[in-house]
Every structure is written in structure tokens, then in C-alpha cells.
């Protein structure tokens, strides 16, 4: 520990000058926008307007749903990749290609198989032409402070998930950044890993022992930001925008059981909750006109299996979201999902961070499999638009066949052709189980070939 | 502890030799003896080839397979180097893109032989009066011949560089330069090994075809194997060729031994996998070297100019560049490319209309086009015929893992050995019982590349997962419902990448394969590669030309009309796991 403090001692006077430039913040986001093509060639917007400013000395996270923009934005800031407008700097200067004193913490790791620990570890330090003495020591020194020792010479295939991580972290730290990022870094872990991970990275940063002045982590976990960050960045999907800024003022370390944690984590879920809804045609409003719903594909035995989970004891139709999020396992966003899912289909409402069935939903609970499949295909033709399109479709040719790039083009026109994919996919095994249609793969083709 | 390993070894304990030592010392210090030797040959003046004739005398055949070994190597140094700057390119660059891809796929299926007739001509004219010109000729043979499927492969790891690991090189500010060799190269490793091996397997056939070339008036024979056989053909010899057998199949076991499993197992880290696989590639000789102390010791000076090398501040386009969009200036320069592609296309096929014209008519183009139809007869017939008898063996031998483990190396070694040194043997058949050689020499196209099939096959079965085998067991699946439903389409994938590349090699051959002589014998069967062979030996340049096309074309259409399409939907349904 001792070689490791007195190595970071030079960096940190550089730091020092630096600061005194740089006062006022480490990373500047004014009005950030991004766009990719759509699969009909338009512009699909995934950022709007994002305005983000980080200090020194604070853990910020950026909590959303899964294709809120997050990731994106986390790449903008990376360098890795350029805003459509807007305007992002970093330490006073305008973001172009990565930027020094940023490294970056990948979900999937991203190390070098061929490489050993320390050699992935000194990669870094290579590229900036760090003489190899000096790199050694930087090197040995990270490996030590993330809890490594031991393991230099070990490829990662030869280690276990959370200790890759370590290896991610030790990789990012040794450059000495002034801002780290990090991508999800613990959900490709299991739960014990990433939370022992979690713990160690907030206590060398409570001790002051990390190399670096702030953290940005994206997350769609929920008691994670709230667990770790100082403040807590909340997303909205389509487009991504920046729906609310939570300050979390517990001191670490932080206990999951705390009321206050509790509360904070619900008052959360209800943000999130509430902010998903617009996305979504509400049950009382006119049913969605749009075909262009984007579907994400979710199992109809998961759907059946939520809708009998959320009927029986002790919910009896009404679920608290984080706490069925923790009897099922299952992380915030993933709940999410199937909550959408639900309600899409008008079998439950989401709404203040709670699911609750709906009559149909109720009915569905206690229905034989066949009578699931035809209410299940009544929902489906009545309140997913690009179903019944394809219903009507299929019906009044004459051949009862229709390939599937005619929906595609239709999806693609809203979507970009990747959500055109997942939501074809969700179209298929939708209609299949509800026995609306057949689907051969091979031809792309939908046809009324088993009518029912 | 740990940390030993990764420090360079101190003095005392480096410099002390151990036995391993001795061994490894004495193997490496032959291998750079016998390299200068090769090459002092290659520059002395091409007189001297007919002063000493390849003389039929066993003796010297250890030296003829020290020549045909180095020209060899130079092939495979060449075509990676090749590969490394065509890949690259390629792929970093889509404009480059554009234009090598699709030439380096037409590259693949010209018949390698026929270049022969103008490579040959263009470098003796380069080095008039050596033995180098000669030389050259022949490597660049042999080049031709390794160079396109590991270029290939390369340009496909370095497409598919994994998103993350990307972004992590451009993250840590590595250079283009730096991150190709950190992570393009490491990354293109496995795939690119077994490219070249398979490089290697199809090499030996040509070496051995492109030693003694008879070009019009140039007649060249370099001391090598080749013209060792085709003396021994011409003296009617039978024990010379099998001498020459013997030899080439040593060479081959030691080439296999001492250089390929070594870098097989060597290479087996860089495969890209997040956990360690069940069986690691061993070698004997990976295992010697790096027992020994002084000779790693003797390594780090490479090892750091390798670090060097790749740390070099050189700057290259990186590849993924930061861009929102493209602007219009871009747009411009597109079209300047594509006016510049045109240009050159049109520009290049109105000269060889203009060179073909003045020499053929319309019914030399009808006459090769029809040889070309009964050569794709033969191929057809005879990949049928190797699948009706490879298939069911290979399947026999692969769900066997004990006896699998042990013929699997034999099927590619067989590969590997050129088949032209059996031609003979055949030849002496087909001529002794007066057998129609139309028909009777066909069988030679196939002799080298059926192995593919086998290989391949035995590779698939092996693979086959045990609980579907369990599964069919379990349903009383037998007989043709078995076959039909179980094994096949679970070794589909694997059948076709074997047939894809027999019926490539089938192609090659039939040139070598469709003539053949015994003595004053000449036999010769009417096809495609007899035509391209004849026009060869009279100098007849338009004819070779011609041949060549056509046989190009009907090559590709092939495979895309049959082979890929088969290919796709093997790996589309078909494709386990």
C-alpha cells in the first residue's frame, strides 16, 4: 500500500496545476444531442439537450432504462464517439477523440485475452510512452491497491469474473484519470462479486486512495446509484433526456436495510415509473394508433408467469415494484420490461412504482391454456397496432400470406432497424403463441397457414 | 511468487545452461545452416544448372528437399507480409475496400499453374542469366497459391475486432499503429495460423509443379523435388519416385513437428475465448524451448524489438474515426474514385480484347468454354464420388474419439502430401492395361484434395454433441432415418467447408492432372486443364489467357451458385451450438 500512495503522489501535484486552471469543473455537457439513421435513412434521435456538469470529488451516476441514451452519452464523454450538436468539454476543452486524464471501466470488461494482467494493466501506460521502469512500478502499484497481488502473470481466461473487473479497474485506474467512467461495470457479475466489488471501490474512494477526482458511472440499477453515487442522474427514454436529479446525502457507508436508503430507492422506482408512461398509451386514452410501438421481446411463459406471480398471495394484484424486483431476482430494469410488457397488453398498470392487474389480467390468472391463447390473441389484435395490422393484412389477401419485410419497412419508418428486429421478433413469438399466425423463418413469410 | 515469471531472469540463472539447451542449441544452429547453404545456391549463374544436371542419385535428394523446403518458407514470409499490408488496408480504408475484396475473391479461384506461364517469362526477363529469376518464379508460385485464403481470413478477424476491446485500445489513446499490432493482429492470430497451415498443405502440391516448367522455348529445372520426379518420370525410374515420396513425406512429418505444433500450441492464447478451453494444442517442441534457459534468455532481445516495433509512434488511420457523418466533400472524392476504378476496368479490358482478338476467333472461345464444361463433369462426378465414400468413413472414424485422435493427423497429412509424386504410379497403371485415359487419369485430380473431405468429415463427427447422439439413441433413431436426420445435417457445415476446398484444389490440379507421361508415354484426357497444359509447354500466350478466363469464371460461379449458398444455410440452420 505504501509504494502504491507514493507513486500517485507525483501525479497528484500535476493535478494540482491543473486544478488551479481549471476550478470551476471537470466535465461541461451543454445541449448535447445525438442522432443515428433510421432504417428508412432518417435521423432517430437517442439524446436531446442533455446539460451535465461534474466536480471534483463526487460520484455522479446516470440512471435509466435500457436504450435511454446513457450509454451514449458515456461515449460522447469517452470521445469514442462525436454529438450530432451541442457542445461537451472536458477540463475546459472541447471533446475530440478520447481525452486525456478520462479512462474508462467496461461491462464487459474489454481485456486483452492474449495480454496477462500486468501487461493489460501497463497497456495504457504504453501508449501514453511511459518508460517501462516507471510503467512497472505504476503498473505493480494499481495491481496492488485494486487486490490483485499475485495474479500479475495470470491471462484473464484464467480468472473468475469479478476479479476480470478488478483487472478493468486496476487497467483504468494506472493511468491516474481525473474522471473515471464507467459502463454497468458490475452487471456482468454475479450478485456476491459485484456487490463485494462495490464495497471495495466506495471504501478506497471514501480513504482517498483512488488516483482520480471523479467518477461518472452509468447504471439501470437502482439500490446500485443510490448505494454508491453522490448524485444520481436520472434518464427518460425516447429520446433521452435528463428527467431528474437526485442528491443523495447519506454518508458511506451506506446500509441497504436503512429506512432512509429504502425510501430514497422507492422514491426512485416512482420517478422512473412515471416518466415511462408517456412512452406508453395509457388505459383510459385512445388506444395506440402508432404502429411504430417499439416492442421488446419478453417470453409469453414470462408473461404468464408474472401475471399468476402478481394474482396469487401476497400480492393478490397489487405489487410494490422494488420489492417484487427482490422476490423475483430480478434487476430494475428487467422488471420494468415485463411491467411494459403488461401493460401493453392492458393485463396490468404501471403507475407511482407499483404494478397492479388489471380485470383482464386477473382473468387471464385463472384461465385454461387455450382460453389464455384466445384472450391473449384478443389483446394482441385490439391493443398492438402493428398486430392487427398484420391480422387485417394477412385476412384480406387472397394467398393469406405476407413476408415479413413489408411490416419491416412499415416498423423501420419509426425505428431503427435494430427495434425494427426485436420488435419483429416480439411480433413472431407473440403471434405464434397466440396461434394468430404461422411464421417460416426461412422464406420470411407470415401466413394464416394454421388458422384457428 | 508469481512475479518471477514475467521479470526477466536474473544473470546467474539465465546464462547456466540445462540440458534442454544442448538440444534446442544444436536444432537452431542446423536450421541456420542449412538456410545459408539453400541461399548460396540461389545466386550462382543459371548455366550451371545444365553443368549439373538433378541427377537421379538418392543422395541428393536431402539436399533437393533443403531447396524445395526454403523456397517454401520464403513463399510463407512473403504471403504474410502480403497479408498483414493487403488486410489491412482493406479493411481500414473502404474506398481500398471496395476494389480488393472483390479482386482478391477472383484472385482465388484463378487456376495457379496457369500464372506460371507469365510469371516465369517476367522474372527470368527481370534477372536474365540467373538462377534467382528462376527462383523467384517458382516462390511467386507458391505465393499465389498461400497468399489469398490468409489474407482473407485476416480481413474477416479484422472486421469483427470485438466492439468493446476496440474501444477500449481507442480509450487508452493506443496509435493505429500500436493498436495493430496489440490488437488486430493478436486477434486475427488463430484464424490466420489455420489459414496457413492450410496454405502450407496446398503449397507442397505446386512447389513441386512449378520446379521444372517448360515455358514455350524456357525450359527451367530447379534442383528441388519436382524435377528430381519428372527426371524419374522420363527415365521410367519407379524406385526414384518412391525415394522422392519417402523424402517429401519426412519433410513434411518434420515441418509438422518442429514448426507447426509448435506454433499452433503457442498461438493457442491468443484464441478469443473468456475461459480456458478443456484440451490446450500441445507440442514437443514448444515444450523443449521452453525448458531451456539460455535459449529464452536469447529470445529478449527479440521480444523487446518486438515491443519496440509495435510501440512505434507511427501514425496510421485508426480505423474508427470519430464522425457524426459523411459531408459532401466526401461524396466527391467517391465519385472520383468510382471514375477512377471505371477508367482503369475499362481501360484493362479493352486492352486484353484488343491482345486476344488479334489471335482468336469466336470458336477458339466455344472450344475452351466446352473443355471447361467436361472439366466441371470430372470435378462434379469426382466430389460426388469422394463424398459417397469419405462421408460414411469419416463418420465411422469420428464418433470413435480413440481411433479419430489417431487418424486425424494421418487425413492431414495426406492433405498436405502432394499428390503429383503419385502420379507416376498411376500413370504406369493406366499404361501397362491400356486403360482409357479420358476417363482413368480423372481420378488423379482428386487424389490430393479428397482428404479435405475426410478431415473435415472426422473433424464434424467428432464435434457431434453426445446428448443428441444419446437423444437418437433414445428414440430408436437407425438406418437411413439416422443418417438422415441425426448425423448429416450435424456434420453438414463441416462437410461443406471440406468439399468447398477439394473442389478448389480439384480445379488447380486438373492442369497437372489431365496430361501425364511415363517415359515416351504421353497420356492425355480432353478437358479445361489439358487445354491450359498444351497452350503452356507450346508458349501460346492468347490461349493460356483464354483458358485461364474461362476457367476463372466457371470456378466462381461455382461457388456462388452451389458453394455458398450451401455454405450459408449450413451455417444458418444447421450450425450446432
Known sequence: MLSASVVFASADQEKLMLELTTQTSLLDIRGVCRSFPKGSGEELLVLEKVDLTIHSGEIVGLLGRSGSGKSTLLRIIAGLIAPSSGNAKCRGETIVGPPNGVSMVFQSFALFPWLTVLQNVELGLEALGIDSTERRTRALAAIDLIGLDGFESAYPKELSGGMRQRVGFARALVVHPDLLLMDEPFSALDVLTAETLRTDLVDLWVEGRLPIKSVLMVTHNIEEAVLMCDRIIVFSSNPGRVAAEIKVDLPHPRNRLDPTFRQLVDSVYARMTQRAEPKMPTLDGIPGTSVGMVLDHVSSNVLSGLIETLAGPPYNGHADLPVLAGHLQLEADEIFHLGEALQVLRFAQLSEGDLMLTDAGKRFAHLETDARKKLFAEHLINYVPVMGLIHRVLDERPSHTAPAARFRNELEDYMSENYADETLKTIVSWGRYAELFAYDEQSELFSLENPH | ?577
Open chain 2, 1 to 577: 511468487m508469481a512475479l518471477q515469471d514475467i521479470r526477466a531472469p536474473t544473470l546467474g540463472q539465465a546464462l547456466r545452461p540445462n540440458i534442454w539447451d544442448g538440444v534446442a542449441f544444436v536444432l537452431v544452429i542446423g536450421a541456420l545452416v542449412l538456410i545459408v547453404y539453400g541461399g548460396e545456391q540461389t545466386v550462382v549463374p543459371l548455366s550451371t544448372l545444365d553443368a549439373a544436371p538433378v541427377s537421379l542419385d538418392p543422395a541428393n535428394l536431402p539436399l533437393y528437399a533443403l531447396r524445395t523446403t526454403m523456397r517454401m518458407m520464403l513463399a510463407i514470409v512473403c504471403s504474410i507480409v502480403f497479408t498483414f499490408i493487403y488486410a489491412a488496408l482493406a479493411a481500414k480504408s473502404r474506398r481500398a475496400g471496395m476494389v480488393l475484396i472483390p479482386l482478391l475473391d477472383i484472385l482465388q479461384s484463378v487456376p495457379i499453374l496457369g500464372f506460371l506461364t507469365f510469371t516465369v517469362v517476367f522474372f527470368m526477363n527481370l534477372f536474365p542469366g540467373r538462377v534467382l529469376g528462376a527462383e523467384l518464379a517458382c516462390v511467386f508460385a507458391i505465393f499465389t497459391s498461400q497468399a489469398w485464403n490468409m489474407t482473407f481470413s485476416m480481413y474477416q478477424s479484422m472486421r469483427n475486432v470485438p466492439k468493446d476491446l476496440e474501444e477500449a485500445s481507442q480509450s487508452f489513446h493506443l496509435s493505429g499503429w500500436q493498436r495493430f499490432w496489440r490488437l488486430d493482429v493478436p486477434f486475427a492470430m488463430p484464424g490466420l495460423i489455420w489459414n496457413t497451415m492450410m496454405s502450407m498443405s496446398g503449397g507442397w502440391f505446386f512447389v513441386v509443379a512449378s520446379e521444372a516448367i517448360t515455358v514455350g522455348d524456357t525450359t527451367v529445372t530447379l534442383p528441388g523435388i519436382g524435377p528430381y520426379v519428372a527426371m524419374a518420370i522420363k527415365e521410367q525410374n519407379l524406385p526414384a519416385i518412391s525415394y522422392a515420396m519417402l523424402t517429401m513425406f519426412l519433410v513434411i512429418l518434420a515441418y509438422d513437428q518442429l514448426l507447426f505444433r509448435p506454433v499452433v500450441a503457442w498461438a493457442d492464447k491468443f484464441r478469443f475465448e473468456q475461459t480456458a478451453s478443456a484440451s490446450a494444442p500441445t507440442s514437443w517442441m514448444l515444450d523443449l524451448f521452453r525448458r531451456t534457459r539460455a535459449l529464452r534468455a536469447l529470445t529478449y532481445p527479440f521480444a523487446t524489438l518486438n515491443k519496440a516495433v509495435s510501440n512505434l509512434h507511427i501514425a496510421l488511420p485508426g480505423g474508427l474515426k470519430m464522425r457524426a457523418r459523411s459531408g459532401p466533400s466526401s461524396l466527391i472524392v467517391d465519385a472520383v474514385w468510382f471514375a477512377v476504378i471505371f477508367t482503369g476496368t475499362g481501360y484493362a479490358a479493352w486492352k486484353v480484347f484488343a491482345y486476344l482478338s488479334t489471335t482468336l476467333s469466336p470458336s477458339d472461345v466455344f472450344s475452351a468454354v466446352g473443355y471447361g464444361f467436361i472439366t466441371l463433369a470430372r470435378v462434379i462426378v469426382l466430389i460426388a464420388l469422394a463424398t459417397l465414400i469419405w462421408v460414411p468413413v469419416g463418420v465411422w472414424i469420428g464418433l470413435r474419439p480413440k481411433l479419430a485422435e489417431r487418424i486425424q493427423p494421418l487425413a492431414q497429412f495426406l492433405a498436405a502430401f502432394p499428390a503429383n509424386l503419385a502420379f507416376p504410379v498411376f500413370v504406369v497403371i493406366i499404361v501397362r492395361y491400356g486403360l482409357n485415359p479420358n476417363l482413368w487419369l480423372s481420378p488423379l485430380m482428386i487424389l490430393g484434395t479428397q482428404w479435405y473431405i475426410l478431415f473435415n468429415v472426422i473433424a464434424g463427427a467428432s464435434a457431434f454433441p453426445t446428448d443428441l447422439r444419446e437423444a437418437a439413441g433414445s428414440l430408436h433413431l437407425k438406418g437411413w432415418r439416422w443418417w438422415t436426420k441425426v448425423i448429416l445435417p450435424g456434420i453438414f457445415p463441416y462437410y461443406i467447408t471440406g468439399a468447398i476446398t477439394a473442389s478448389g484444389g480439384s480445379w488447380n490440379a486438373s492442369i497437372v492432372a489431365e496430361v501425364a507421361s511415363w517415359g515416351d508415354t504421353h497420356l492425355m484426357a480432353s478437358g479445361l486443364g489439358a487445354y491450359i497444359a498444351t497452350a503452356t509447354e507450346a508458349g501460346d500466350f492468347p490461349r493460356v489467357v483464354l483458358g485461364i478466363a474461362v476457367m476463372c469464371i466457371l470456378v466462381t460461379l461455382f461457388n456462388r451458385l452451389l458453394w455458398r449458398p450451401l455454405y450459408a444455410f449450413g451455417e444458418r440452420r444447421l450450425r450446432l451450438g
